[in-house]
Structures are given as C-alpha cells and as structure tokens.
C-alpha cells in the first residue's frame, strides 16, 4: 500500500488508520518496539516496512513469519548455528535476529513462537547479545523488533501462551489496524490508490459495487479484486460490471446444489450471508441461482423454504445498515422480487 509521499503505505481515511499514520510519524524514528494488532490481510507487514523506512536505521529489514518455522528449528533459524552443531547443519548459518543487526527484525505471527523460543528471544533483545547455535562466543547485535499479532494478546498472556515479559518488551508502542469491514471509509481510497497504480481509474457506479461488498480478506483480498478487474478489461478504467465479477471470483461456493439447498433450508444461510451474497451478484437472482448451482425457480422456492424474499433481504440490508444496490435496476438485473 503505497500512498502519497507523506503517509507512505497508510491509506484511508477511517479514525483507525489516522490513528496509525500518528502514531508511525511519531514512533518510527524512535527505538521503541512496537506492536501491530491485526487479521490477516490488514497490511502489518508493510506497515512494519514502512516504520523501517521512517526510522532511518541504515541496516535491512528482516521479515520473519513465526508460524511458519518449524519448532524444532526455530532457535537455529531465529540466531543461527555452526557447522556440524546437529544433524544436518552442513554450513556455517547466520539466523534471522544477527541479519537484522543495525536494522528491523518483524516478527509476525509471534504467539505462534514456542515458550522457550520466547525466553531466547527475550533475551537476545534485553542484551543483544547471541550466541549461534554450536558455538561458544557471543554476538552483539543492535536492532529494533516490530512485532505483529492477529488475536487478542492481552488474553493470550493472561492465558499464559505470550511471556508476560516479552509482551511488554515488544509493546513499546500497540497500533491497532481493525478489519476493513470495521472501516468501510477506507474501501474507496483504497481501491482507487490500487487501480492508480495500475494506471486505472474506477468507473461511475463501481464505488457502490465496492461498498456493498463484506470483504472478509480484508485489504488483501480488495487488491486482488482490482488487479483481477483490471486484468479483465482492456482500457484504462474499471467499471462496475467487471470489479463485480473479480468479487465473485474469490469468493468460494458450495459444491452443489443439494448441499447449498439444504443450507438454506436448515437455517445455515443467515440473513447477513444471503444479504451478503445478493450484494455480490447486484441482486440479480439469475446471476446468485447460478452462482449456488442451482435454478432461477429453485432458488426462489428454497428462499420461501427458508422464510426469505430478496425484497425481505433488501430491507434487512438497508435496516442492518448494510449497504446494498440502489433502488434503479441496471439492464442486465432481474427487477421481479419474489
């Protein structure tokens, strides 16, 4: 997320985001840790970039994904081991903590790290000292950690699976990115900076397709809807028809009719979901019949089934706040509500 010069990658417009841009410019070139609190897809990782940038240290940015290193390994991989310190280390191996050295060690999913891996871990940023794995002398190392959760960490500590220590190591300073659901003031900034950079403009009327979206990928997944509709279309801009399509390709359906019937008739489909589905496909219950696999007809007799009509789903949109199409059909939607 590359935005004007002066916020770097911290686009939107929401009170959340305000709050992080604040809080980068004010922190970042300090050497105070900080810890970003996020769902997958809110951009903690390029956020942890761009504190690097702004904190002027002159050594490299060294992203770590905590989750993904096996627990046997981790320790070698996070301070590095010698040649022949156990099996299989064939080759001297510098970890990820002393590549970091003079500049930013992002630790991201860090409640994934094990206990002991922690203790280590906690050491080496009190002291900054380390010390490879099968060797007896000790680096030193000056770095500065961004660390990045998805849950709540303050629960996790009490519940014991985060050191109490190494949590208020890394908290120096907690910057919250909420869910863009939670943020929907930042859809349409986002996306036009997205479609900018493909040198794209968004067309009348694909900002209400935007908005009536849920985004559950968070900012992630409106990425990848732009660079899909744009791939789609063969001038500069993006209009409506084509950013709604790239939705509904990322979004996983039922493998068949029977099991989406019978979701509907056992009260699995809730109201939020098929309004959620409807906004999809603009209310046009041909497009949503063959998106479940399943008739226009069939499609309308399992709504009855369920207690539901598209004009009763309307109304629960526009009472619940959630934003669904205008009141004019476009030539190609459906206008027989049933």
Known sequence: MNGPPELGPIVGESLAIRRARELVERYAPTNLSILLVGATGTGKELLARHIHVRSGRRGRFVGVNCGAMPREMAEGLLFGYERGAFSGAVK????????????????????????????????????????????????????????????????????????????????????????????????????????AQRGQVLEPGTPQVLAQHPWPGNVR????????????????????????????????????????????????????????????????????????????????????????????LRKFATSANVRGRSGRSSPNETSTDR
């Open 221 to 312: 997944e409106l990425r990848h809807v732009i660079d899909r509709a744009g791939c789609r279309v063969a001038n500069g801009t993006l209009p409506p028809s084509a950013v709604r399509e790239a939705i509904g390709l990322g979004t996983p359906m039922p493998a068949s009719r029977t099991g989406i019937a019978e979701a509907i008739k056992l009260g699995s489909f809730t109201q939020e979901g098929m309004v959620a589905l409807c906004a999809i496909y603009g209310w046009n219950a041909k497009r949503i019949a063959t998106a479940l696999g399943m008739g226009r007809t069939l499609f309308f007799d399992n709504l009855r089934v369920a207690g539901l009509t598209l004009r009763g």
């Open 92 to 195: 001297r191996h510098r970890g990820h903590v002393e590549c970091a050295d003079g500049g930013t060690l992002f630790l991201d999913e860090l409640l994934s790290l094990s206990l002991d891996g922690q203790a280590k871990l906690l050491r080496a940023l009190d002291t900054g000292e380390i010390q490879r794995m099968g060797e007896e002398m000790e680096r030193y190392v000056d770095l500065r950690v961004v660390g990045a959760v998805q849950e709540d960490v303050e629960d996790r500590v009490e519940r014991g699976a985060l050191r109490k220590d190494l949590y208020q190591r890394v908290a120096g300073v907690v910057i919250e990115l909420p869910p863009l659901a939670d943020r929907p003031e930042d859809v349409l900034p986002l996306a036009r900076h997205f479609a």
